[in-house]
């Protein structure tokens, strides 16, 4: 029964998660609200260890969701339940827009989505700051404020936007300063 679960809400995310892998965060919170076998400290490490290993981090969190729900055929059935909308959708669009690339129509969907597809990112960008920085999901308050984590939020953030170097460096000093501080 829990590969038939995987499936369908894979199959949904894969469908709805427009915009990439950080758009599906907010459908991982839903699934985590729903079932026990997710939490949102799962989804916290997930995103860490799926932005630090190569592959596309939407099929990464899939991947790592199923096998903790059902082992490897979970892994499996996830993936293929979140690949398998974007194989789909992607075959029918290519069909329509060699079409009717120059429609207007074609041309305001598209005006449509990106917007969209900014809000989802968006929208989990700022569930990664609220998971990351401070405990649980209530309102900042100040005896809930992580810190240390906060300062290595902000001190990262501002050598990633002065010194462009490659993300590897930053994974790597976040996780020394991790091991330092006790984080």
């Known amino acids: 029964m829990i590969l038939f679960i ?15 892998g950080l758009a599906t965060l907010p459908f991982l919170y839903q699934l985590a609200d729903r079932y026990d076998w997710l939490s949102y400290e799962t989804i916290a490490d997930m995103i860490a260890i799926s932005e630090s290993t190569p592959g596309a981090i939407g099929v990464n969190m899939a991947t790592y969701t199923g096998f903790q729900a059902a082992g490897i055929p979970g892994a499996v059935i996830a993936t293929l339940g979140l690949a398998a909308p974007s194989i789909i959708v992607i075959l029918i669009v290519a069909r329509i827009l060699t079409a009717f690339k120059e429609s207007p129509l074609v041309a305001a969907v598209f005006r449509g989505l990106r917007p969209a597809a900014t809000g989802l990112i968006a929208a989990a960008g700022f569930g990664v700051i609220r998971l990351s920085l401070y405990n649980g999901r209530a309102p900042l308050w100040y005896d809930r404020i992580r810190w240390q984590e906060l300062v290595l939020f902000a001190l990262l953030f501002l050598l990633i936007c002065r010194f462009k170097k490659h993300p590897v460096w930053y994974i790597l000093a976040a996780g020394v300063a991790g091991i330092l501080w006790g984080l």
């Open 6 to 20: 995987l499936l369908g809400e894979f199959f949904k995310i894969g469908l709805f998660s427009v915009g990439g």
